[in-house]
């Protein structure tokens, strides 16, 4: 197994299962990017690209590099492939050097569970779980703490099929109560 990115190697995929697994990745990329994890963002691109270089060994003349879009000489392709390259890598170093989002120009959240909560109260007391992670990420909720919210005696939040419901415990804290 490729421990960079985990799964099946590509090359060892059928037809049907690399197309198959190559659509997923390019579907799920926006999710990745906005929602995932750093970590979960560097494996998915590591995947995502060693699907790609397969898909391109096995059908050169499917993609633009054997379309008639890229260079027929071989020095022409391999400088075509560094500059291809050099901006993937460009783009990838930008993501890496964005600020940090607690950094001091985002005032710091006193209480993030608290904020968190009252995120739910605002919209009917109910997100769906993609807004419910996005939001307490947004007021700087530690993953931990908000386990914990799941997890109090009695549950503070609560799931929902595809929603996070605050319960009557969390409006209780809300109003004061803890």
Known sequence: ??????????????DEELEKQGKSAHETRNWVFL????????HHTARM????????????????????????????????????????????????ELPDPQSADAPGVVDPAGAFLQRLADNGGRLNKLE????????????????????ADPPLVATEGTDRVLTDAGRARLAGGK
């Open 1 to 14: 197994m490729n421990e960079a990115t985990q799964g099946v190697p590509a090359s060892e995929l059928s």
């Open 35 to 42: 929602h995932g994890s750093a970590e979960q963002f560097a």
């Open 49 to 96: 690209l060693e699907l790609e270089r397969e898909y391109l060994r096995r059908y050169p003349k499917r993609t633009w590099q054997g379309s008639g879009g890229a260079p027929t000489d071989l020095a022409q392709t391999a400088a075509s492939w560094r500059e291809t390259v050099r901006g993937v890598i460009a783009q990838l170093e930008a993501l890496v």
């Open 132 to 151: 419910a992670h996005q939001a307490a990420r947004e007021v700087g909720l530690d993953p931990a703490v908000r386990a914990d919210l799941y997890r």
